[in-house]
């Protein structure tokens, strides 16, 4: 948009027209409600990445709704930054649970398969199976 066109345009603000829309702000809006509606797709990294760029595009309209009063959509720029939080900080939360759960189950694991009264445990309990089943015989 060229310099005349912008005063054109806060000239017609502010003599009472429809303020101009923050299309950023809308973004972050749809962004936002993406990353918390869909982002379980691809284990939550849609919702990461969504919230992240919906954080991003709110900061950057809200600074320009500030700079020009004339504009409106600092309530899509609020949403959009609530909406990328919630997201974002959900996804992250799903991650690290999932990885200490997998990572303390793998070192139980590992635990259980070098306990030799496990191995004694499965060796007798096999060994009495192959046992009645030979007594069936």
């Given at each position: 948009?060229?310099e005349?066109e912008?005063?054109?345009?806060?000239?017609?603000?502010?003599?009472?027209?429809?303020?101009?829309?923050n299309?950023m702000a809308?973004?972050?809006?749809?962004l936002?409600?993406?990353?918390i509606a869909?982002?379980?797709?691809?284990?939550?990294?849609?919702?990461?990445?969504?919230?992240?760029?919906?954080?991003?595009?709110?900061?950057?309209?809200?600074?320009?709704?500030?700079q020009?009063?004339?504009?409106?959509?600092?309530g899509s720029?609020?949403?959009?930054?609530?909406t990328?939080?919630?997201?974002?900080?959900?996804?992250l939360?799903?991650?690290?649970i999932?990885?200490v759960i997998?990572?303390?189950?793998?070192?139980?694991?590992?635990?259980i398969?070098?306990?030799?009264?496990?191995?004694?445990?499965?060796?007798?309990s096999?060994?009495k199976?192959?046992?009645?089943?030979?007594?069936?015989?």
């Open positions: 948009m060229s005349e912008n005063k054109e345009t806060q000239n017609a603000g502010a003599q009472g027209g429809a303020p101009q829309s299309g809308t973004a972050s809006l749809v936002g409600i993406v990353s869909l982002g379980w797709i691809l284990a939550g990294i849609i919702g990461i990445i969504t919230g992240i760029l919906a954080i991003i595009l709110a900061v950057v309209a809200k600074k320009k709704i500030k020009n009063p004339n504009m409106g959509g600092k720029a609020t949403g959009g930054l609530v990328g939080i919630i997201g974002t900080v959900l996804y939360a799903i991650w690290i999932f990885t997998i990572t303390s189950s793998v070192d139980t694991l590992k635990e398969g070098e306990s030799q009264e496990i191995q004694d445990a499965m060796k007798e096999i060994e199976g192959l046992e009645d089943a030979n007594n069936n015989k």
